[in-house]
């Protein structure tokens, strides 16, 4: 498989229908989940390990993970809507690939969840409705592994690094996005909005 036809798998993937505003539900762009898990699968960092989503919403991330040859994804979300999406993207994967993938989905608060993983991805509310939210997942997240890939505002940066190296984790890499956001709520003016947006890679010293 190449990165190309890892995009245009994940493309192919349903997004929300009746995003929450609350849980922040906008969809990791197909691209840029393609470009983030190759680079992981190239680290060694995919291929025959146990991963979580967390916050997983429709499941790209998991999901992509899965077709790179990842062991099992545990998909956790407190929206129970958004897991049915998950498990319909998972079951259209499964059709289009001809092969079994090993995933668990758990709806739960995100401090219910404590199962050790070898990585965690997760692209998690950035905290503009829930004040913190991303900090509570980089937290959790840094909890349940020694290797974690989390996205957040790029105008975070100095926090997610400080916060990380805290916890005794050093900066693998940083990736830079810029996240395209299609309006899909009432106070959104713009047809088309660009957050730029970064992703961490940290591992724990």
């Known amino acids: 498989m190449r990165k190309k036809d890892l995009e245009v798998l994940l493309s192919r993937l349903q997004s929300f ?92 608060p995100l401090s219910s969840f404590s199962k050790k993983v070898d990585v965690v991805f997760q692209n998690p509310p950035f905290g503009t409705k829930d004040i913190h939210a991303d900090k509570a997942f980089l937290e959790k997240a840094l909890s349940l592994s020694a290797l974690v890939y989390s996205f957040h505002k790029f105008s975070t940066k100095k926090f997610v690094e400080d916060f990380a190296e805290q916890k005794h984790f050093h900066l693998v890499e940083m990736y830079r996005y810029k996240f395209s956001v299609k309006a899909q709520f009432d106070f959104h003016i713009s047809r088309v909005k660009y957050i730029d947006v970064g992703c961490w890679c940290f591992e724990k010293n």
């Open 17 to 108: 229908a009746q995003p929450k505003v609350k849980l922040e539900q906008y969809q990791t762009p197909s691209s840029i989940a393609a470009d983030l898990l190759w680079d992981a699968y190239q680290k060694g960092h995919i291929k025959g390990k146990t991963i979580a989503d967390l916050g997983c919403g429709t499941g790209i991330l998991g999901l992509g993970a899965l077709v790179l040859g990842a062991k099992k994804v545990f998909f956790v979300d407190i929206d129970a809507d958004a897991l049915i999406l998950a498990k319909e993207n998972l079951k259209l994967l499964e059709k289009n690939l001809d092969m079994k993938l090993f995933a668990s989905f758990t709806c739960v």
